[in-house]
């Protein structure tokens, strides 16, 4: 039996949304800053604590549902999309 995760954090992929056609290739990945800060505290809470970087792993909202174990034997005790509201910086 799969270990029991008390939290999912999704870090969801903004480019195509954001950038368009230019995301695919002039558009860097950053990292999933805000997911990470979220995930240190959680962690020091002693919470266990998995990231899905769907930005930089290319993932659809399924292929997320697929690794986030719903469609699996391991059901997270919560989900939370962590989402910045930046926006893209200017050229």
Not at 58 to 69: H, M, N, T
Not at 81 to 91: E, K
Request: aromatic fraction near 6%.
């Amino acid at each position: 039996m799969a270990k029991q995760i008390d939290l999912i954090l999704i870090n969801p992929a903004s480019r195509p949304a954001v950038y368009q056609s230019l995301g695919q290739e002039l558009a860097a990945v950053e990292p999933p800053v805000w997911a990470r800060l979220m995930a240190s505290f959680c962690i020091q809470s002693g919470l266990t604590v998995l990231i899905i970087d769907a930005e930089a792993e290319e993932l659809g909202p399924r292929q997320v549902a697929r690794s986030s174990g719903w469609c699996g034997p391991c059901w997270p005790r919560s989900l939370c999309m962590a989402i910045s509201l930046r926006p893209p910086p200017r050229t």
